[in-house]
T-cell receptor, first 118, second 111 residues
Framework: DTEVTQTPKHLVMGMTNKKSLKCEQH?????MYWYKQKAKKPPELMFV???????INESVPSRFSPECPNSSLLNLHLHALQPEDSALYLC?????????????????FGAGTRLSVL | QKEVEQNSGPLSVPEGAIASLNCTYS??????FFWYRQYSGKSPELIMF????GDKEDGRFTAQLNKASQYVSLLIRDSQPSDSATYLC???????????FGSGTRLQVQP
């Protein structure tokens, strides 16, 4: 089973709202990722969690706040977003391998949450 | 120079032909390379990965890696209309856990 589940699939929010995106995997993966993808662009890394600790923050604005409550769950809390934050938000997970352990570093993506900020 | 470069396309091939998708990368220390397929509005789906120079075949797909030229390609034999999608090249750079994606090549297979 290589399933990463994201909820909700679609989200519309106003600029003053607070909402959360959720991601879940039961593959025993210890690395989890948030990516943002705009139309006709590649995914852009936002955050990486390794063993439930934040290991990479790609200078993401503070209106995006990640949380990893346990090894299976990853949340992205949203507050005071801007219309330009509208995008597809992708969660991914992988095993935690060394640099040469390619198979362990394969990232599996969820279906994404399509976010519209009005 | 972008870290991972792909021709955005669209690359148009007739059904049954070989589609050739190319990717170059700038970090010579990059160690592993991935091809993802992404249908419009959907999430990326892993097609193949490769980490040794040469060819790696899986069904109709062949990945080719040339580290000296910093070049990786994906060949799709007997292309089908269902192969029409954007193909993303992703690179695992040395010392960096996350993947760096190219901008993707849009493939159109004409029936």
């Amino acid at each position: 089973d290589t399933e990463v589940t994201q909820t909700p699939k679609h989200l519309v929010m106003g600029m003053t709202n607070k909402k959360s995106l959720k991601c879940e995997q039961h593959m025993g993966h210890r690395a989890m990722y948030w990516y943002k993808q705009k139309a006709k662009k590649p995914p852009e890394l936002m955050f990486v969690y390794s063993y439930e600790k934040l290991s990479i923050n790609e200078s993401v604005p503070s209106r995006f706040s990640p949380e990893c409550p346990n090894s299976s769950l990853l949340n992205l809390h949203l507050h005071a977003l801007q219309p330009e934050d509208s995008a597809l938000y992708l969660c991914a997970s992988s095993q935690e391998g060394l640099a040469g352990e390619v198979a362990k570093n394969i990232q599996y993506f969820g279906a994404g949450t399509r976010l519209s900020v009005l | 120079q972008k870290e991972v470069e792909q021709n955005s396309g669209p690359l148009s091939v007739p059904e049954g032909a070989i589609a050739s998708l190319n990717c170059t990368y700038s970090d010579r220390g990059s160690q592993s390379f991935f091809w993802y397929r992404q249908y419009s509005g959907k999430s990326p789906e892993l097609i193949m990965f490769i980490y040794s120079n040469g060819d790696k075949e899986d069904g109709r797909f062949t990945a080719q890696l040339n580290k000296a030229s910093q070049y990786v390609s994906l060949l799709i034999r007997d292309s089908q209309p269902s192969d029409s999608a954007t193909y993303l090249c992703a690179v695992n750079q040395a010392g960096r856990r996350a993947l760096t994606f190219g901008s993707g090549t849009r493939l159109q297979v004409q029936p």
